[in-house]
Structure formats: C-alpha cells, structure tokens
C-alpha cells in the first residue's frame, strides 16, 4: 500500500472556526490532490499540487485554501468552518502529472462534520 | 473539459449473476480511463486502468473493461458476482491533452444480494 496518512481521521467542529487536515505521503511522488466526497457528487477536487508551493485550484476551491511547503505534506485548511463543508475528505497522490496514465493513491479519508 | 458519466447510482445482482457498470467518457482526445473501488470507511483503489496499449483491460478481482471509441464507453465487467464484491464503484478519466489531473464519475454502489 501506498504511504500516504491522513490525520485526523474524524473530526467534529463549530461553524466558523479553523480547520485544518493533514496529508502526509512516503512515496516521493509529485502530485498531491484533496477530494472531497458527498452523496450523489462522488469526488470533486478542492486543490492539488505539483510540487513544493506550487498549487492550484480544482473545481470546489472556494472556502478552502491549501498549502505545501514539503514533498511529504500537503494541508487543506478550511477558513471558517460551514456546514456545507461536512463531507469526508480524501487525499490523493501521483508519481507525475505530466504522464496521464500513472494512477492516483489513496489516504483513508478524513470525516469532518461542521456543527 | 473532460469528464466521465457512470450510468446509474446503484446496481443490484444476485451473487453468481454478471456485473455490468457502466461509464461513458468525453474528452477531445483518446483518455486515459480507470475504474476504482471503494469498500466501506476506506479510501479508493485501483481495479484497472486503459492507457491505450489493449482495448481489454484486466485487473484484480475478476473484474475487466472494454475501451470502445465509437461508443466512448469504458464499461466494466464481472462474469460472477461474488458477496465481496460490494462496494462503491468510479469510473475517472485523465485527458492527455488537458491538465492530467484525473476527474471522477459520480460512482455506482454495487449491491449483491445472496
């Protein structure tokens, strides 16, 4: 299995607060993405990563905001917490985004409710 | 843009029965197109992945797909469905031409029932 860990893996918090996960990859590998998944939308991509602080956003960016200042770690912060952002949220890792056919890994997910 | 239809939210087979789910792809140029698996309270994992060397893909499990350009299908297929096989199902998409970042099709649960 790939090295990837996510942390935490469940967490309950109050609108309007910080929040902020963490991925943590062994793999050396390029590409860092975050996903989240809610019912009936499968994964839509919230921002990924093709290396140290160099980031970009995906389709549901806004609210989030991402940084990554080491290959092994990238981190999905929530501003202010709302409970549209509840879901259970996924990292992802590539060896390289410039070869379409290299398959993404999976962390174990995160379950954040916002309260 | 580049983007992936799975065709229906949940399948249900009796076990032993075929496995048939469903993916239609749009992308303007020939994808890179993967199928995963989802078991409960885990992460995503490969089951097989096109990448244009063999229109029929095996991978793990039994499982295969058939790349069909004129249809831009990537179905997959499982000739006996087994208890284990429950599980949610995504079809995702990487364009060549595009960004490379892979897309995600909305899933289908498989359901087998005994």
């Known amino acids: 299995d790939a090295g990837i860990t996510q942390s935490p893996r469940h967490k309950v918090t109050e609108t309007g607060t910080p929040v902020t996960l963490r991925c943590h990859q062994t793999e050396n590998h390029r590409y860092m993405y975050w996903y989240r998944q809610d019912p009936g939308h499968g994964l839509r991509l919230i921002h990924y990563?093709?290396?140290?602080?160099?980031?970009d956003k995906g389709e549901v960016s806004d609210g989030y905001s991402v940084s990554r200042s080491k290959t092994e770690d990238f981190l999905l912060t929530l501003e202010s917490a709302t409970s549209s952002q509840t879901s259970v949220y996924f990292c992802?890792?590539?060896?390289?985004?410039?070869?379409?056919?290299?398959?993404?890994?999976f962390g174990q997910g995160t379950r954040l409710t916002v309260v | 843009a580049q983007s992936v239809t799975q065709l229906g939210s949940h399948v249900s087979v009796s076990e032993g029965a075929l496995v048939l789910l469903r993916c239609n792809y749009s992308s303007s140029v020939p994808p890179y197109l993967f199928w995963y698996v989802q078991y409960p309270n885990q992460g995503l994992q490969l089951l097989l992945k096109y990448t244009s060397a063999a229109t029929l893909v095996k991978g793990i499990n039994g499982f295969e797909a058939e790349f069909k350009k004129s249809e831009t299908s990537f179905h997959l297929t499982k000739p006996s469905a087994h208890m284990s096989d429950a599980a949610e199902y995504f079809c995702a998409v990487s364009d060549p031409g595009g960004s490379y970042i892979p897309t995600f099709g909305r899933g289908t649960s498989l359901i087998v029932h005994p």
């Open positions: 990563s093709y290396g140290v602080k160099d980031t």
């Open positions: 992802a890792i590539s060896e390289s985004g410039t070869r379409g056919d290299t398959e993404a890994f």
